[in-house]
T-cell receptor
Framework: EDKVVQSPLSLVVHEGDTVTLNCSYE??????LLWYKQEKKAPTFLFMLTSSGIEKKSGRLSSILDKKELSSILNITATQTGDSAIYLCAVEAGAGNMLTFGGGTRLMVKP | ETGVTQTPRHLVMGMTNKKSLKCEQHLGHNAMYWYKQSAKKPLELMFV???????ENNSVPSRFSPECPNSSHLFLHLHTLQPEDSALYLC?????????????FGSGTQLSVL
């Protein structure tokens, strides 16, 4: 059975801090790893990673995949209160577009 | 706005009620999905439709009945639910199934079963 584990479960930081969120997976026939941000209800897409070692960057957010270690990290630098959300990691494996989600990391950024 | 609209936003129902959740996507996608998000549990895939045909039923109890009349609309019919079915039900769409594609999610229906 495919498995995706995120850590930490929750995190409280202050504005300006840098955070690193972790995602590890055990799946058969890995295809891609995706990061989503869920602020209220609708998860919104952040990154899709398919190749190991290539960093994807969007503003203060960046992510990288390590296929050898079966993991990915999501970095957020100079955090802002608007970064407060649940960050979801999902892995697509096997045929089709069936994503297996991790339990998420709840990030709270205090002023 | 993700292009995927779900109604209602909130729903409270008794265990003997019958209700339906609706999802509509305006992205021209061909695949639609139902996910369940319970407290303290990962998002769980329930159903997948590709070009209106159901391609995945993730061992979901028969009290949940999906319907996909066309590629833009997806329904989830609910009957004789249990309190443990209370959760956020998220609809998603993607261009297709079988290729590496990102999902676009709706805002969900928060369901409470009394």
């Amino acid at each position: 059975e495919d498995k995706v584990v995120q850590s930490p479960l929750s995190l409280v930081v202050h504005e300006g801090d840098t955070v690193t969120l972790n995602c590890s997976y055990e799946v058969t026939n890995f295809r891609s790893l995706l990061w989503y941000k869920q602020e209220k209800k609708a998860p919104t897409f952040l990154f899709m990673l398919t190749s190991s070692g290539i960093e994807k960057k969007s503003g203060r957010l960046s992510s990288i995949l390590d296929k050898k270690e079966l993991s990915s990290i999501l970095n957020i630098t100079a955090t802002q209160t608007g970064d407060s959300a649940i960050y979801l990691c999902a892995v697509e494996a096997g045929a089709g577009n069936m994503l297996t989600f991790g339990g998420g990391t709840r990030l709270m950024v205090k002023p | 706005e993700t292009g995927v609209t779900q109604t209602p936003r909130h729903l409270v129902m008794g265990m003997t009620n019958k209700k339906s959740l609706k999802c509509e996507q305006h992205l021209g996608h061909n695949a639609m999905y139902w996910y369940k998000q319970s407290a303290k549990k990962p998002l769980e895939l329930m159903f997948v439709y590709n070009f209106k045909e159901q391609t995945e039923n993730n061992s979901v109890p028969s009290r949940f009945s999906p319907e996909c009349p066309n590629s833009s609309h997806l329904f989830l019919h609910l009957h004789t639910l249990q309190p443990e079915d209370s959760a956020l039900y998220l609809c998603a769409s993607s261009r297709g199934v079988g290729t590496v594609e990102k999902l676009f999610f709706g805002s969900g229906t928060q369901l409470s079963v009394l």
